[in-house]
């Protein structure tokens, strides 16, 4: 059997969060680097995410809104609320037939 691997995006908290995907790969490796490489610039960007509700919260909302545009082809459609942007991978099995209930 073989995966596949999802890179996704994750902004937002509880009922607001927002989930997409950014790109899928065969080899996990790849996934892995691109995972890394999104986290990086999100953090060099300064709209990485956390949940905590504080003085940093808001003020990466305001970061967000002028930064996010550059994440440039590590992810074109990038969303972000105040909680920041996160990226993790999600492996999922490749199948030739639906298999029985």
């Known amino acids: 059997m073989q995966n596949i691997y999802i890179v996704r995006g994750r ?3 509880c009922s607001d969060r927002t989930d997409w995907d950014v790109a899928a790969y065969t ?4 996934a892995l680097k691109h995972y890394r490489s999104a986290n990086a ?3 060099e960007l300064g709209i990485y995410g956390s949940n905590t509700i504080n003085r940093a919260y ?6 967000a809104r ?4 550059k994440m440039g082809q590590l992810d074109p459609k990038v969303r972000c609320e ?9 492996i999922v099995s490749i199948l030739e037939e639906v ?3």
């Open 66 to 69: 002028k930064q996010k545009s």
């Open 41 to 43: 610039k999100a953090k």
């Open 58 to 63: 808001i003020e990466r909302m305001l970061v």
């Open 99 to 101: 298999p029985e209930a």
């Open 27 to 30: 080899d996990e490796e790849k």
């Open 82 to 90: 105040c909680t920041g942007v996160v990226y993790y991978v999600v």
């Open 11 to 13: 902004t937002g908290a």
